[in-house]
């Protein structure tokens, strides 16, 4: 099996151009995104063929480097179209329509100074309401932990909980995210708070744990924060990865780049 590696600010990711899904796709997901004992990735994706009557050029099934089954990714979409571009033999001149578990969504790519990396806009759908969270445990945490003032939960095709801290620079992501993600029942969690030009994200994905960027939760961090008066329609999101804008409509868009790492043959 060929594998291509890309990442979106530090999210990697890799891609693999199939006709089919394997059976043992989990088992795959888990093998190869292993840091030491496989390539290493936070999440494997099959690019699947797409469907001519519903108009969409290939289909995207993302497997977490936990083995599990993830709706959607927008860094994830952004390497996808760029594997497609470059092993696909598809030009720069059009929207590439991917089908994903969270529904059909738009990718339009452009090539930069750099001949590894695009610059990918994503249309990411509208923003919808995440999971209620009454939890007494959870939010017995949260007033603990002094977060239970500004927080709301928020779906782009895959649930988040948002929340705003005073630096999120300064938050234990991998500690406090995957405790507030087991008692809310499993949750994406994003701490934000306010920054020069735009807001500053740290978060822990489920399935992966602690990443240098998420693209769904980059959407749903600005959504709070415009929600919250931090930020206008248009939100710069800051992560350690890098950072990717945010334009808040129906729908949304995620405009960032995605890197070519390598080309892998797996035996």
């Not at 995207?60 to 994830?76: C, P, Q, Y």
């Not at 240098?212 to 999101?237: D, K, M, N, Q, S």
Request: hydrophobic fraction near 45%.
């Amino acid at each position: 099996m060929r594998l291509t590696k890309h990442h979106g600010l530090g999210n990697d990711f890799l891609i693999a151009l199939a006709d089919a899904l394997p059976d043992n796709a989990s088992a795959l997901a888990q093998g190869v995104c292993h840091r030491t004992r496989g390539v290493g990735a936070d999440g494997l994706i099959f690019a699947l063929p797409g469907d001519a009557d519903a108009g969409t050029d290939a289909t995207m099934v993302l497997f977490n480097a936990d083995g599990s089954r993830a709706e959607m990714s927008g860094n994830g979409i952004r390497c996808l179209a760029q594997a497609l571009v470059r092993q696909g033999g598809r030009g720069l001149d059009g929207a590439i329509r991917v089908a994903t578990d969270a529904g059909v969504r738009t990718v339009t790519v452009e090539a930069t100074d750099e001949p590894s990396v695009v610059q990918a806009r994503v249309a990411m759908g509208p923003i919808s309401a995440g999971p209620e969270l009454g939890d007494t445990d959870f939010l017995r945490y949260l007033r603990h932990h002094g977060f239970a003032d500004q927080f709301t939960t928020a779906s782009v095709g895959n649930p988040h909980l948002v929340i705003g801290v005073h630096d999120a620079r300064q938050i234990d992501a991998a500690k406090i995210g995957s405790e507030l993600s087991r008692l809310a029942g499993g949750i994406n969690v994003e701490f934000i708070s306010n920054t020069t030009g735009g807001i500053d994200l740290r978060v822990w994905e489920r399935g992966v744990g602690v990443t240098e960027a998420c693209g769904t939760g980059a959407c749903a961090a600005a959504h709070a924060a415009h929600r919250w008066g931090l930020a206008g329609p248009i939100v710069r999101v800051f992560m350690p990865g890098g950072d990717v804008a945010v334009e808040l409509g129906d729908p949304v868009f995620l405009v960032g780049p995605a890197a070519c790492i390598a080309t892998v043959d797996c035996g």
